[in-house]
């Protein structure tokens, strides 16, 4: 089962019900896509609240809690820097993104929230595949 | 010393020689920048040479080398899915991208080669410091 955030974005979550996944809409305390069971955790963000969780300082603890709580973390940016509208140094975000891989987060930046909820779809079918089974 | 390899391109070997960082160019069997000393290996695209090189075949074996060789793999990509200019599905590219994380690959995709050449430097800069030292 994966637990998806009851704040997270309307759209983007209907595009991943339909990814034919087990979805349950919760509060969640850490990440906006969870499974437990194959301890990963995705938090997704559009370029600007990527921006604006760098300048809040919200992005480390978010970071931290994921790291503390869960095997296989990872930080999804739907939109490119160049695209941004927020004021931020195009060098805090990628110094902030090397940050976040040196961790062991894995940064994976998509052009658009169509290609980001195919790419999550991808990554909880191989961790089940990986875990053995039907894990959905 | 960050070896990269002779067949790499010119300009973006010249932006990288102005990092600061010690350089020296040689053939190299594997990845196009690296560091033995921190384990590192970086093999850095273009998005239609990635792509090409999934058509081809030639990613997977690149990367499995990468991975029987270092302990810290990279593959960083410079130009966004959307700009392509190869005939290939963007689920190929996502699925692909998401098959070299399960494998433990850091994918990053930065807007061009200037960020990607930042992003490189961070990346051996942290790593530097992570394992106590001056090892440029």
Do not use: P, W
Request: glycine residues 8%; aromatic residues 8%; contains cysteine.
């Amino acid at each position: 089962m994966i637990y998806v955030d009851d704040r997270e974005d309307g759209k983007v979550l209907e595009m991943f019900a339909k990814t034919g996944l087990d979805v349950e809409v919760k509060r969640l305390k850490c990440g906006d896509y969870v499974c437990d069971e194959l301890g990963v955790v995705i938090e997704r963000k559009s370029i600007d609240d990527f921006c604006g969780s760098i300048m809040d300082g919200r992005l480390k603890s978010q970071a931290d809690r994921m790291l503390e709580q869960y095997e296989n973390c990872f930080v999804l940016i739907a939109g490119r820097i160049g695209d941004r509208k927020t004021e931020i140094n195009e060098n805090c975000i990628l110094g902030m993104m090397s940050s976040l891989v040196m961790k062991g987060i894995h940064v994976v930046c998509l052009d658009n929230e169509e290609q980001l909820v195919f790419f999550m779809k991808r990554i909880f079918e191989r961790f089940t595949e990986m875990n053995g089974g039907e894990k959905k």
